[in-house]
Nanobody, 123 residues
């Protein structure tokens, strides 16, 4: 019902920048929240950033002002601008959204995940 297409991952040197994109499509009435999570080898998946329909944002403690999440509502796309990348930022980054679907009876959000995009910070 909902598809997420991520892009923008890759290899970057420490101190460098990357911008991730996540485009959502399908039977979407409205997007409640768009977010990014990451999972490094041997670690649990953790929140990187969320942005809600009203524009408010939430970031993981490790972000420390280095990343910025934004969204383009007409295209149902979220962006994660990552600056000052560190070795510890190496992980698979996953897009996540909570949406209300067209035709659903109850206003209960449905959650969806992207396939993940690899971000590697290496010298």
């Amino acid at each position: 019902q909902v598809q997420l297409v991520e892009s923008g991952g890759g290899l970057v040197q420490p101190g460098g920048s990357l911008r991730l994109s996540c485009a959502a499509s399908g039977s979407i009435l409205s997007i409640v929240v768009m977010g990014w999570y990451r999972q490094a080898p041997g670690k649990q998946r953790e929140l990187v950033a969320n942005i809600y329909s009203g524009g408010s944002t939430k970031y993981g403690d490790f972000v420390k002002g280095r990343f910025t999440i934004s969204r383009d509502n007409p295209s149902n796309t979220s962006y994660l601008q990552m600056n000052s990348l560190e070795f510890e930022d190496t992980a698979v980054y996953y897009c996540q959204i909570d949406v209300l679907l067209l035709g659903q009876r109850l206003p209960v959000p449905h959650g969806y995940w992207g396939q993940g995009t690899q971000v590697t910070v290496s010298a």
